[in-house]
């Protein structure tokens, strides 16, 4: 894209400077003159000259244009064979936030994309709701998530670092504040972090189906996170978030990993302790019009919920 932009603003400037310079040079001759300077009628060739070269020059900006459209759009639908990407990813917008799958891996992030530097990516665009529209400025062009038709990109990053992201197509109140960040990984630290991120899904899974198996109404909920948990059971945060092997709706961001969260509100916030609580004391203070109620819980619940949600990790 950027080769041609470049080859087409040198067209420009090239025809801009020599339309600009036989104005000049016509201005300096006739600067003298006063009265109507001669006319020239009816050269065919000079006619014929000047039609078809600009003509020429579009049907080459478009031959150029047309190729580039083409090779760009070519990201295969179905999982490719050919081993050319080496992430599949599925990135749904709602309204609004972000929801990341990693194909093969229990792995669901909201408002996060890990990937390895270097590598082709193969995202699968799609919309829980309305039209929103995929970007990350600095690693691909902007792609629609459109509802019941899944678009397709290819994201790649030739450098280590945090590339920032955002949603390109008004979708509601809160289209400013769907923003997203790209951390774009060595590859060691890319196995490393998924690795790691797997792990911890697994355990807290696996922790969720042990205290089933035990007689929960029984056991005093003992511990702060243990309360938060029973809130969290109780008061229909379940209906609306997934943590692993406790519930699985995706109508609000997957929480089971949210301890490792940059943001809050996608982008709203930065994670931290203190601004979780605030959220959750009343999400709407934050992101007025947000998807999730404000509870108005007490600061003990809100004490609660946080310790619950910070012990998974
Ligand atoms: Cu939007």
Redesign the pocket.
Known sequence: MYDLFVTVVLISLGIFIIVTGLIAIALWRGRSSTGIPEQEFGKTRSEIFWMTGPILIVVWIFVISAKLVLTMNAVPKIHPTDGNAEVELTVI?HQ?WWEVQYSGSPIVAANEIYIPVGKKVRVEIRSADVI??FWVPQLARKMDAIPGHPNYIWLEANKVGVYQGR??????TQ?TW?KFKVFVKSTEDYAQWKSDAEAAIKKTAAAAVAATGTDSSAAPANTLADQGKQLFLSEGCVNCHTIAGLSTPNIGPDLTRISQRAMLGAGVLPNSKENLAKWLSDPQTYKPGCKMPDFKFTDKQVDQLVAFLESLN
Do not use: I, K, R, T
């Open positions: 917008g609004w929103h529209s949603c390109a197509e008004y979708c509601g289209h769907m």
